[in-house]
């Protein structure tokens, strides 16, 4: 079976006033369709910079060598032009915090419409029935009188159900989520994992899934890619990397999450 | 919103009503009397008591502004019997110089000042603007360099001097434009648009080197945008990109700042038109003051600041309606 | 992310903090100054103006021309009183040439005007400062009614047309000292600018919670002012008073030129450029030297004022 995304020995470089420095080092991973592969690593990791380099979205002055290949096409090495082809119609991107990531001059509904229309030959009507029905996807009430408000008349999980609605409005293949429940509230949170999981089922969407959380990634991903400081220090199906880690970093990782287990009995923690 | 507009409207008639008393002591008070100004050399103590009176200056100085006051709205009468004049609203007065009513001297005389005033403001939003914007996009190149730097001299440059140099290269050397004079547009539109393009681009120069750099910076800020980067992820065409994600929340501020600067132009460019010899607003207040024409002096404050504060009000209404975020709910 | 002097906690000792960190932070600004070609050619060009400005006396003295000495064998009384020779008179004897018709020495007025020009700016730079300060943190500080008079005051004064007003001011006030007139003037309507910048400012200082930390502590209200507060104000204030500095020169040469600053004999930029206004198609010269330095030296200011500005700016960045 071909996978959907191919990374192979990705190396991302930044011109730096002391030199170049590798930001992300031979990493490679693959994620299958209908799949969710998680990518977990503390901040400057280099998880995003991933994320971002599958998109062709890294700054200006990046350089990458290896290789990433969507549904077997080579995305490293295109122009600007092709990208912006690739980008939200085979492969879309929701990020960290949703009220920056909208655009506050125009309501929602214009901002997936144009999303719609950049990929696919439509008029404005049309568009907006698309956008309506996408809003009600993710669960957002009153779908047609919420797409004409602002973002910042939504609260912050609507606002992020907004920016999924967007990025599957084109139903692309592979969606990428950088850190999407982050900046979320806990009960929130659960919410939008549940959305994206859902949804994920219904339309065969393969997911990448940034975070710095292993707790996250536990209840959503099939496979796990550690990062730390660039390299990629563990890799493999969920159940492998949580049973057994092989890495010292990992071991840390799955520590940190608080368990219900750990409320220890008050005379214990004295002790 | 009407809440709003009533609340902002009261602090402007406050204001307004400050900046009446405020001029009013300063010029009337502190400046010296006008009646002997009026009355010349050979005067009588007779004929100055007479003139006081006339103007009304014998009596208590709250009853002055009052009726000073009451003349903006009411109109007023000076004198009495078969002297009796009419001042009608909004009245400022006689000139003391030339006996003209005041209102007229500058409903005569606001045309030049609007011309001068739109006509700067054209040139310097289309070539600050453009320049900025290249800039942004370009930023760090040459032409950034270049833009910057040129924008950081051309903002330096006092105008009177930016005037002069600008008339002795083009009227002196070059000779390609003719010294400046007056000419209506009826009489001869491209004589009247000669004469009016050096004091355009004298007062449009420095805005449009503070609006250059003021958009550059904007659009780069905007640029670095979280949801610049979102706009990116979606394929959009770089066309839209800039012109719709990119340009309104850049220039959305300038808007405010525009209106400012334009309000208080309106009042009149008192150093270009000076120095052009324009007949406006700028230049008649110059002149008054050269010649200590209180009433006139008096109008010009009271106008400019009239401007200036109808003005802010103007720009925040603008901006409510380009800011989604600060609409009224 | 690190913070840097505001976010210290107050028990490490606020003198610790402030005394260690304005010194590496000017240190800082003046290496990236000095980097700079065009901060070093604004500083070298201000240098030189100053320079001449304090040795005004010894010019003229060297020279042995005053800046109010009538020169008639420089000037040809049959041409109108155009001075003698090309370049406005421009010779060994007179290095920047002479007035048309006085035949002064240019040279020796740029020297005395600029002495004018900078004391005037000097000084509106200080008090305007000195007002701006004091205001913006009594408002920012206290907060409430104080706040309230403050800011409606401020806001009056920035409705006002202020050329207009000044000029007005300036005319029908009686002759005195025009110099220290121009400064009150010029001040009086300077101030609400940077109050308004410095209340914002203190406005969330005091909220912080080093200052909340040191008040709990127990500080009186001067040590938190001038301990706390004005120390993290530093910054910002010098980039507004140096960007404020050409506005000042240009307003005071502007209402010289409009004739309403300084009254002849005493020479100024402004009141020269206006007075070669009848002259510029003849004798061109006449104001392209005195509008030469206006120009440089308010360039000068305005590059020294933005490289400090990018220099701070990149410092709270880092």
Not at chain 2, 34 to 56: E, F, H, N, W, Y
Not at chain 2, 126 to 155: H, P, Q
Not at chain 3, 307 to 317: Q, Y
Request: contains cysteine; glycine residues 10%.
């Amino acid at each position: 079976m071909s996978e959907l995304l191919a990374v192979e020995d990705l190396t991302i470089t930044f011109p730096t006033g002391r030199g170049p420095v590798d930001v992300v080092k031979d990493v490679s991973f693959t994620v299958g369709r209908n799949e969710t592969v998680g990518i977990v690593g503390e901040s400057g990791s280099g998880k995003s910079m991933t994320s971002l380099a599958v998109m062709g979205l890294l700054p200006r002055g990046a350089v990458t060598r290896g290789s990433i290949r969507l549904d077997g096409v080579e995305l490293l090495g295109r122009g600007e032009g092709e990208m912006r082809r690739v980008r939200g119609e085979q492969a879309s991107m929701i990020f960290q915090d949703p009220l920056s990531s909208l655009n506050p001059y125009y309501t929602v509904g214009l901002q997936i419409e144009e999303m719609y229309r950049a990929h696919r030959r439509c008029g404005r009507q049309e568009a907006r029935k698309v956008a309506v029905e996408a809003l009600a996807q993710v669960g957002i009430p009153e779908p047609e009188r919420r797409a004409g408000h602002y973002p910042h008349q939504f609260s912050g999980g609507q606002r992020q159900r907004v920016m999924i609605a967007m990025a599957l409005v084109c139903s692309p293949k592979l969606l990428i989520a950088d850190e999407p429940t982050t900046a979320l509230d806990v009960t929130v949170q659960a919410q939008i994992l549940r959305l994206l999981a859902d949804l994920q089922r219904e339309t065969g969407t393969g997911m990448v899934f940034v975070t710095h959380d292993l707790a996250v990634i536990s209840s959503i991903a099939t496979r796990v890619l550690v990062m730390r400081r660039g390299e990629q220090v563990e890799y493999g199906t969920a159940e492998q990397v949580f049973a057994e880690p092989r890495h010292a970093y990992t071991r840390m990782l799955l520590e940190s999450i608080p368990r219900i287990d750990d409320e220890l009995p008050a005379d214990e923690v004295t002790s | 919103m009407a809440r709003y507009l009533a609340g902002r409207i009261a602090g402007l008639v406050v204001i307004l009503f400050l900046i009446c008393l405020f001029t009013y002591l300063i010029f009337f008070k502190l400046s010296p009397d006008p009646a002997l100004m009026i009355c010349g050399k050979t005067c009588t103590p007779d004929r100055v008591a007479q003139i006081r009176s006339v103007l009304g200056l014998d009596q208590p100085l709250t009853e002055q502004f009052w009726n000073f006051l009451s003349g903006l709205f009411a109109g007023r009468d000076y004198g009495s019997g078969a002297n009796l004049v009419h001042c009608s609203a909004p009245c400022f007065g006689y000139s003391f110089q030339t006996s003209q009513s005041v209102w007229e001297m500058i409903l005569d005389r606001l045309p030049v000042s609007v011309t001068v005033a739109v006509g700067a403001a054209v040139l310097w939003l289309i070539v600050g603007i453009a320049a900025g914007l290249l800039s942004a996009v370009k930023e760090g190149t040459w032409w950034d360099r270049t833009a910057m730097g040129l924008a950081l001299g051309g903002s330096s440059i006092p105008n009177y001097v930016l005037a002069l140099a600008l008339q002795y290269v083009l009227v002196v050397r070059l000779q390609v434009l003719p010294f400046p004079a007056a000419v209506p547009f009826s009489d001869d539109p491209v004589a009247w648009f000669q004469s009016y393009l050096m004091p355009w681009i004298v007062l449009a120069t420095g805005y449009a080197c503070l609006y250059a750099r003021l958009t550059r910076a904007n659009v780069i800020d905007t640029l670095a945008e979280n949801f610049m980067r979102t706009a990116r992820s979606k394929g959009l065409r770089p066309a839209l990109l800039l012109r719709r994600h990119a340009l309104r929340p850049a220039l959305t501020p300038i808007t405010t700042i525009f209106g400012m600067d334009f309000a208080a132009l309106l009042g009149g460019a008192l150093i270009t038109e000076t120095v052009f010899g324009l007949n406006g607003v700028g230049k008649m207040a110059a002149d008054s003051i050269a010649k200590n024409d209180q009433p006139v002096i008096m109008a010009v404050t009271l106008l400019a600041a009239f401007f200036v504060v109808v003005g802010n009000v103007v720009v925040d209404l603008v901006y409510t309606g380009l800011d989604p975020r600060v609409r009224v709910r | 992310m690190t913070t840097a002097a505001p976010s210290r906690d107050a028990t490490a000792g606020p003198e610790a903090g402030a005394g260690t960190a304005p010194a590496t932070e000017g240190r800082r600004i003046a290496r990236a100054l000095l980097r700079d070609r065009g901060a070093v050619a604004g500083m070298a060009f201000l240098a030189l103006v100053v320079l001449m400005a304090i040795c005004a006396p010894l010019i003229s003295a060297v020279t042995g021309h005053g800046p109010n000495e009538f020169d008639p064998t420089a000037i040809d009384t049959n041409l109108g009183g155009l001075p003698r020779g090309s370049f406005g008179g421009i010779s060994a004897e007179h290095l920047l040439g002479v007035e048309p018709q006085n035949g002064r020495d240019v040279l020796a007025r740029i020297a005395y005007g600029a002495r004018v020009s900078f004391l005037i700016a000097a000084s509106a730079t200080v008090l305007t400062t000195l007002l701006g300060v004091v205001f913006g943190m009594l408002a920012g500080f206290y907060g409430g009614w104080i706040d309230q008079v403050i800011s409606r005051v401020m806001d009056f004064l920035m409705a006002f047309p202020a050329l207009i007003f000044m000029i007005a001011i300036l005319s029908s006030l009686p002759a005195g000292n025009r110099s220290v007139l121009l400064v009150v003037v010029i001040s009086g309507f300077g101030w609400p600018y940077l109050a308004r910048v410095v209340r914002g400012q203190t406005l969330t200082l005091v909220n912080r919670e080093f200052v909340e930390a040191a008040r709990a502590s127990g500080a009186s209200t001067r040590a938190l002012v001038f301990k706390e507060i004005l120390p993290n104000l530093r910054s910002s204030l010098i980039v507004m008073t140096t960007l404020a500095v050409p506005g000042y020169i240009g307003t005071e040469a502007g209402l010289s030129f409009l004739g309403v600053g300084v009254t002849p004999p005493t020479p100024s930029w402004g009141q020269m450029i206006s007075s070669s206004v009848g002259w510029y198609a003849v004798d061109p010269m006449y104001f392209a030297v005195p509008g030469l330095f206006l120009f440089l030296t308010v360039l000068s200011l305005t590059v020294l004022g933005d490289r400090i500005r990018a220099a701070t700016d990149a410092g709270e960045a880092s």
